[in-house]
């Protein structure tokens, strides 16, 4: 498969919980808006909105764990719900113009659609493993090298647990 032709929903299951997946998908669409969706009053009002249609859209699932790449909400589908939002009619034009936003990113022609908005096409799963062993400390290499101290990438934090 090519690097083109690879979807990556930002819906899909994650997370146990409604509010880990709500809050998961939440920091993708932060990251894909290149800006926080909290901090300032509108963001927060985007931030519930955005976190009403993801739970409108997972509660129609009993299990969250068994929702599919195939079942996993779209892009679009998460803006056509977001677009009729809002119960006030202060709130009516900030959830149409996040869903906008949300649109003209990762939908139709947008820089992300194509990446982002469809069936996830990647096997993310553990292969049935019940949990996957983190790296030998032969592979992972934490010293100090020149362009960072402690990682080999500029401008970074030692994990927790390592010292200089």
């Not at 808006?33 to 009002?45: D, H, I, M, V």
């Not at 803006?79 to 119960?87: F, H, K, P, S």
């Amino acid at each position: 498969m090519s690097a083109k032709a690879t979807k990556l929903n930002p819906q899909d299951v994650m997370f146990p919980t409604l509010i880990e997946q709500v809050s998961h998908v939440t920091r993708i669409y932060e990251t894909v808006l290149g800006r926080s969706l909290s901090g300032a009053q509108r963001e927060n009002l985007e931030r519930g909105l955005l976190g009403e249609v993801l739970e409108i859209l997972y509660r129609g699932f009993p299990n969250l764990n068994k929702v599919s790449p195939e079942l996993a909400p779209t892009c679009d589908v998460v803006c056509d719900v977001l677009a009729g939002l809002g119960d006030k009619e202060a709130t009516k034009p900030i959830a149409k113009n996040l869903a906008d936003e949300i649109a003209g990113l990762c939908t139709g022609s947008g820089p992300w659609a194509e990446f982002l908005n469809g069936a996830t096409n990647v096997d993310l799963s553990r292969g049935g493993r019940q949990t996957i062993e983190p790296r030998s400390s032969a592979s992972t290499n934490w010293k100090a090298t020149r362009s960072c101290r402690y990682w080999r990438i500029p401008r970074c934090f030692p994990p927790s647990g390592v010292t200089a």
